[in-house]
């Protein structure tokens, strides 16, 4: 009994070396440099550790939509663009607070993509190596409007790119 529940472990994809930890892609207004990022530093959160930068195996439509501005990775592999972004092993209780940031599942869902490690300069002995392939989760959506098929996709988000659709939050009414 002791062994199967060993063996499931191990074949849990995306968890990482240590119990209960997981590793999340982002892509969008999380990543270093872009306006939310430290939500992911905050401790108060939960805890997160920069692994490296990393780009999905499939391409991506990485579109930006709604009044806010919002980056979304349309659920539709084989559009788009490899997206670049940077992977973290987060615990379960920054987990559960990245769901709820994400309005997960009415916004965005989180669901496992594969990934790319692009560079392994990591901040700790989690350090991943470049060229290998592997599962994190990753929040993009199924619910979005025909529309956004349309719209121009991005590699590498930046709220501040010549796009000028810079993200904000707008609580006012449409
Ligand atoms: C995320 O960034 C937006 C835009 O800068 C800001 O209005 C919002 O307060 C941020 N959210 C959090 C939880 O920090
Ligand atoms: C960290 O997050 C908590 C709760 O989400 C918040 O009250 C606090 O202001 C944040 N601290 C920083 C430095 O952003």
Redesign the pocket.
């Known amino acids: 009994m002791m062994k199967v529940s060993i063996i499931l472990w191990l074949i849990i994809s995306v968890v990482c070396p240590a119990v209960y930890m997981h590793y999340v892609f982002i892509y969008g207004?999380l990543k270093k440099g872009q306006?939310?990022h430290?939500?992911i530093k905050n401790t108060t959160n939960g805890q997160a550790e920069f692994l490296a930068r990393a780009r999905t195996v499939e391409r991506y439509p990485l579109v930006i939509a709604t009044k806010n501005n919002y980056p979304f990775l349309l659920n539709v592999p084989g559009m788009g663009q490899r997206v670049h972004g940077e992977i973290y092993c987060v615990d379960q209780k920054m987990l559960d607070f990245l769901d709820e940031?994400e309005a997960c599942p009415e916004l965005y869902q989180r669901t496992t993509v594969q990934v790319e490690v692009q560079d392994g300069d990591g901040e700790g002995a989690n350090t991943l190596k470049p060229g290998r392939f592997m599962d994190a989760f990753v929040y993009s959506t199924t619910r979005y409007e025909p529309e956004w098929l349309q719209k121009p996709t991005y590699e590498n988000y930046d709220t501040n790119g010549d796009h000028g659709l810079q993200?904000?939050?707008d609580t006012s009414p449409e």
Do not use: L, P, Q
Request: glycine share 0%; no cysteine.
């Open positions: 207004t306006s939310n430290s939500i940031f993200y904000h939050e």
